[in-house]
């Protein structure tokens, strides 16, 4: 079974730093682009970044460009997500998520989702 | 490219037909549009990937069509468990959603 469980959200003042993780397990973890989506309260879906399977190429939003960097570590079988320059506008929940072989970031898994609240 | 959702909401009974609109503000390339559902508190769930497959599980009810800047998502008959959130998705870009609500 997929399973995808985020981790490291919190409550961390403007211009702060925080790090999300994303544990992945019952698929083989390298074999796949992997996703970060967010969703602001009582907003829409928003993508943030993803990576490619052997993490030589990623993707930004471009608001969250040279703020935010994606990573993974295969042999752990984990998404990360470094964000810095924290501000209030990123607060909501982040989703990571696994995309369908082929890409076009569908994303045919989510994770239940780790919430983020920018916040002096 | 910008996804626009009609209408913003749609209020239906159950057992009625569904019928979501995307409208792209430019061309889709290969048609490649995607359709989400997501429940009040729950995470998305994929429905329809490339315009017209459907998801494993997903029941065929649902259906996608469309091309090039036009796109439908259709629930034939609507099941109670079918009032959600959906939202359209062409690679980075997500549309702004469509409530489907009881009448």
């Known amino acids: 079974e997929v399973q995808l469980v985020e981790s490291g959200g919190g409550l961390v003042q403007p211009g702060g730093s925080l790090r999300l993780s994303c544990a992945a397990s019952?698929?083989?973890?390298?074999?796949?682009?992997m996703s970060w989506v967010r969703q602001a309260p009582g907003e829409g879906l928003e993508w943030v970044a993803n990576?490619?399977?052997?993490?030589?190429?990623?993707n930004y939003l471009d608001s969250v460009k040279g703020r935010f960097s994606i990573s993974r570590d295969n042999a752990m079988n984990s998404l990360y997500l470094h964000m810095n320059s924290l501000r209030a506008e990123d607060t909501a929940t982040y989703y990571c998520?696994?995309?369908?072989?082929?890409?076009?970031?569908?994303?045919?898994?989510w994770g239940r989702g780790t919430r983020v609240t920018v916040s002096s | 490219i910008v996804l626009t959702q009609s209408p913003g909401t749609l209020s239906l009974s159950p057992g009625e037909r569904a019928t979501l609109s995307c409208r792209a503000s430019?061309?889709?390339?290969?048609?490649?549009l995607n359709w989400y559902q997501q429940k009040p508190g729950q995470l998305p769930r994929l429905l329809i990937y490339?315009?017209?497959t459907r998801a494993p599980g997903i029941p065929d009810r649902f259906s996608g069509s469309g091309s090039g800047t036009a796109f439908t998502l259709t629930i034939s008959r609507l099941e109670p468990e079918d009032f959600a959130v959906y939202y359209c998705?062409?690679?980075?870009?997500f549309g702004g959603g469509t409530k489907v609500e009881i009448k």
């Open positions: 998520g696994r995309e369908l072989l082929g890409g076009a970031v569908t994303l045919e898994y």
């Open positions: 019952g698929f083989t973890f390298s074999s796949y682009w």
């Open positions: 990576i490619k399977e052997d993490g030589s190429q990623k």
């Open positions: 430019q061309s889709i390339r290969n048609n490649y």
């Open positions: 490339a315009t017209s």
């Open positions: 998705q062409q690679f980075e870009t």
